[in-house]
């Protein structure tokens, strides 16, 4: 087993996973059987970037999604201002919502089509990584991995 410092201690790599919720599980099993789990770190390696694609953007879709932002921040401004609002304080609050959901639609319109089709696509972005290795500080690893080898096929 190869040493490596993590936030200052020496730890050792006691297992991989390619699996990242498998290696939450070998931690929790660590954990169910009262090893000290702030004694482990589960570290990612071979980071990529994945952009997973999720449908197509149109004009119409960013200015629907531009509506409702509109409105979260309407009402937020809303509820702001209906405190100081002696009376007919819902009529402030549902005046900034509508305000803020048109103004959301407009800008999440023209922010679309001002990108000239360079993205007509909705995506979400996320880090993955080709390996887990799970890492124990040095003076417990033969202790987990005495745990480890007790693991319950799941």
């Known amino acids: 087993m190869t ?10 790599t006691v297992a991989s996973y390619t699996d990242y919720p498998v290696a939450q599980h070998a931690v929790d099993h ?34 629907l999604s ?5 409105a979260w921040i309407g009402l937020l401004i809303g509820l702001l201002l209906g405190i100081f609002a002696d009376r007919n304080w819902w009529w402030v609050i549902l005046t900034a919502l509508v305000l803020g959901t048109i103004w959301g639609a ?10 000239g089709g360079g993205r ?29 080898d007790r693991i319950p096929a799941h």
Request: aromatic share 4%.
């Open 120 to 148: 007509d696509f909705s995506s979400v972005t996320g880090l993955q990584a080709s390996e887990y290795a799970l890492m124990i500080d040095a003076d417990r690893a033969d202790e987990a991995v005495r745990l480890l």
């Open 66 to 70: 531009g509506a409702a932002t509109g």
């Open 30 to 63: 660590l954990s169910d059987n009262g090893f000290p789990v702030d004694r482990v770190a589960i570290v990612g390696t071979g980071l990529r970037m994945v952009e997973r694609v999720t449908g197509r953007m149109t004009v119409a879709k960013a200015a």
């Open 106 to 115: 407009i800008f999440g319109a023209v922010a679309h089509a001002l990108t």
């Open 3 to 12: 040493q490596t410092l993590v936030d200052g201690r020496p730890t050792v």
